[in-house]
């Protein structure tokens, strides 16, 4: 298996050129299964480890949290960003002891948001959520690993649809010190072509749920660098689930059941993955 460091470099030159695509598995089994596929890195998703865990989004403990980004670490070749939510932490001090620790699990990236898990006050003022940023700038360096460093402004999430709003945050976390900026919710031609252009040359991340929305090709010709899907892998297969089992529950019928992949299909593909690994 390539080193931790070997991934870290691998997934900075990601960001050089070109776009790919990071999509978030939630398991060690869709983590296996998405390098099998060809992904060049995979990313953790918060929701799709609260969801299995039967919590809500944001319930997962920073312990647990560092916990499950170690394991899909530890599942894969590939290279690792870290849904690390907001720090799990308030003040900028704390979210960069937090980052070291996060760091420590072998990731070779992560994000921090912007939003404050506060209800009277959903997203930080740009400065504190700026001085967040830059204290996980500081912790990554000091820490010596090469690690991509993404500032998420989370405005269009919580109402505020204005992608000036969205572009002076993402500047202001571009001088305080990330890599990559993303700004969830804004997924339309035209926002992507601003959010491209606003924070050039720093590469965009750009979250993509829409079954009709923007191709990879297109957000490749936008100038878009990293296209992430969230939880909506997690809530594709809780929606196949939850549909079959209503079904079930509901009409005592078992037609949806028919487009589960077949048991020799999926058992096979772990027998022989753990084959090639050696274990």
Known sequence: MPTISDRRRRFGALHERGCFVIPNPWDVGT????????????????????????????AVTRDAMLAHIRTVVDATDLPVNADFE??????????????????????AGLSIEDASGHHANALYDVDTAAARVAAARRAIDESGAEVVLTGRAECALFGETDVRVAIGR????AEAGADCLYAPGFDKREDVAA???????KPVNVLMTAPDGLTVADLTALGVRRVSVGSA????????????????????????????VPYMEIDRFFRDDRKRRGS
């Open 31 to 58: 983590t296996r299964y998405l390098q099998h596929l060809g992904f060049q890195a995979v990313a953790t998703t918060s929701a799709g480890v609260a969801f299995s865990a039967g919590l809500s989004d944001t």
């Open 86 to 107: 907001a720090g799990y932490a308030e003040t900028p001090d704390a979210v960069a002891a937090n980052v070291r620790l996060c760091v420590e699990t072998g990731v």
């Open 170 to 173: 993402l500047r202001a976390y």
């Open 195 to 201: 959010l491209v252009e606003a924070v050039a040359p």
């Open 233 to 260: 892998l997690a809530r594709v297969a809780w929606g196949a689930f939850i549909r079959a089992a209503r079904q079930i529950a509901g009409e005592g019928r078992f037609t949806l059941l028919v487009d589960a």
